[in-house]
T-cell receptor, first 111, second 117 residues
Framework: SQQGEEDPQALSIQEGENATMNCSYKTSINNLQWYRQNSGRGLVHLILIRSNEREKHSGRLRVTLDTSKKSSSLLITASRAADTASYFCATDRTGFQKLVFGTGTRLLVSP | DTEVTQTPKHLVMGMTNKKSLKCEQHMGHRAMYWYKQKAKKPPELMFVYSYEKLSINESVPSRFSPECPNSSLLNLHLHALQPEDSALYLC????????????????FGPGTRLLVL
């Protein structure tokens, strides 16, 4: 299966703390994306990092990509209760017209 | 307008019913997608339409029948579903440059929660 693996499966932190989630994948990619999903709702795109980039920032989000290890990490700094959601990485596969989503990390941020 | 809309929000149907899910976007996107998502699982791709033509069918059973009437609309026709088909059905769209070289950002609708009795 091409599906990426994410860890941890679940993460519980306090407001103000940082949250780090990791994604590993199996095939060569053009880009890697991170999405957020609030309970039972649609996914919202957070950030896209291309295979020739190593790090990208967007507000409180920092994404890294290591293509040699086929892994990525998403760091959310100074977390808020509103960050409570599931987070999915998604990879494309060179030459294929589709995204494959990782298994997801469920983040709970307590006030 | 960066919104993808889906109707209905909830649907309950029997195994002998015929129903349709609808998806609409007005972002000028030329690629549209149907995903199925079970609880606590990632979305699984079902179909991809590119420039109103079906380009990917992920070996989905024929009881699911997609249709793309125009570049803004995407339907999923349901017939003789099974209880295991109960799930959240998500529609998404992307610009769809048509090259297939890489995947772009996808914009998702809120989903239709389907229960098959």
């Amino acid at each position: 299966s091409q599906q990426g693996e994410e860890d941890p499966q679940a993460l519980s932190i306090q407001e103000g703390e940082n949250a780090t989630m990791n994604c590993s994948y199996k095939t060569s990619i053009n880009n890697l994306q991170w999405y957020r999903q609030n309970s039972g709702r649609g996914l919202v795109h957070l950030i896209l990092i291309r295979s020739n980039e190593r790090e990208k920032h967007s507000g409180r989000l920092r994404v890294t990509l290591d293509t040699s290890k086929k892994s990525s990490s998403l760091l959310i700094t100074a977390s808020r209760a509103a960050d409570t959601a599931s987070y999915f990485c998604a990879t494309d596969r060179t030459g294929f017209q589709k995204l494959v989503f990782g298994t997801g990390t469920r983040l709970l941020v307590s006030p | 307008d960066t919104e993808v809309t889906q109707t209905p929000k909830h649907l309950v149907m029997g195994m002998t019913n015929k129903k349709s899910l609808k998806c609409e976007q007005h972002m000028g996107h030329r690629a549209m997608y149907w995903y199925k998502q079970k609880a606590k699982k990632p979305p699984e791709l079902m179909f991809v339409y590119s420039y109103e033509k079906l380009s990917i069918n992920e070996s989905v059973p024929s009881r699911f029948s997609p249709e793309c009437p125009n570049s803004s609309l995407l339907n999923l026709h349901l017939h003789a579903l099974q209880p295991e088909d109960s799930a959240l059905y998500l529609c998404a769209s992307s610009q769809g440059r048509g090259s297939g070289d890489f995947q772009e950002t996808q914009y998702f609708g809120p989903g239709t929660r389907l229960l098959v009795l």
